[in-house]
């Protein structure tokens, strides 16, 4: 099974930062790596597919990168309702396997 | 619009079974694979299940494997997924998703069903 390592686990920023959350697959998956952003006590939204393909509706301040097993989320100027858990997920192999997550948090 | 909503979930006893469904509506139901997901409280996401759009192919995570069963109605727009045999572990919020796309994604997803599995 694919396995996927996200990092940081968390982190703390202020509005108007970047910020870069790493996600790194047990082995080559392509493209096929997706982002998910999740707030409290709500289903995940899909923001990237494709490691690079922004989601419909998806500001495009979400920007998604890499190949292969290494893989970027970028948020450029963190806006207010921004701060939540991020997933990514990669669809190469069932079992399609998440990171185990990464909190941006307010500083 | 595009909705999927998940019923079924409640307490349940270990080694007990609970039957999840989750209800189409918005789109041709049967033009998609669909997969569950599940979320432990206050743990990350767990991919559990998919079927494809005739339900001719199926698959599990390890975790779930030989207890649980996906399946689906597509004269009723409606997925399932049987879990047997239920442990502590499997407490959770399972959500349904839709995915789409040659780059396979997961677009839209249910609200969720809470299984607690406790005696």
């Known amino acids: 099974d694919i396995q996927l390592t996200q990092s940081p686990s968390s982190l703390s920023a202020s509005v108007g930062d970047s910020v870069t959350i790493t996600c790194r697959a047990s082995?080559?998956?392509?493209?096929?790596l997706n982002w998910y952003q999740q707030k409290p006590g709500k289903a995940p939204k899909l923001l990237i597919y494709?490691?690079?393909g922004l989601q419909r509706w998806v500001p495009s301040r979400f920007a998604g990168s890499g190949s292969g097993a290494d893989f970027t989320l970028t948020i450029n100027s963190l806006q207010p309702e921004d701060f939540a858990t991020y997933y990514c997920?990669?669809?190469?192999?069932?079992?399609?396997?998440f990171g185990q997550g990464t909190k941006v948090e307010i500083k | 619009q595009v909705q999927l909503v998940e019923s079924g979930g409640g307490l349940v006893k270990p080694g007990g079974s609970l039957r999840l469904s989750c209800a189409a509506s918005?789109?041709?139901?049967?033009?998609?694979?669909i997969h569950w997901i599940r979320q432990a409280p206050g743990k990350g996401l767990e991919w559990v299940s998919y079927?494809?759009?005739?339900?001719?192919?199926?698959a599990y995570a390890d975790s779930v494997k030989g207890r649980f069963t996906i399946s689906r109605d597509n004269a009723k727009n409606s997925l399932f997924l049987q879990m047997n045999s239920l442990r502590g572990e499997d407490t959770a919020v399972y959500y349904c998703?839709?995915?789409?796309?040659?780059?396979?994604?997961?677009?839209?997803w249910g609200q969720g069903a809470l299984v607690t599995v406790s005696s």
């Open positions: 998703a839709r995915e789409i796309g040659y780059q396979p994604r997961l677009d839209f």
């Open positions: 918005g789109f041709t139901f049967s033009d998609y694979y």
């Open positions: 079927i494809s759009k005739r339900g001719d192919t199926i």
């Open positions: 082995q080559s998956i392509d493209s096929y």
């Open positions: 494709g490691a690079s």
């Open positions: 997920q990669q669809s190469h192999t069932a079992p399609y396997s």
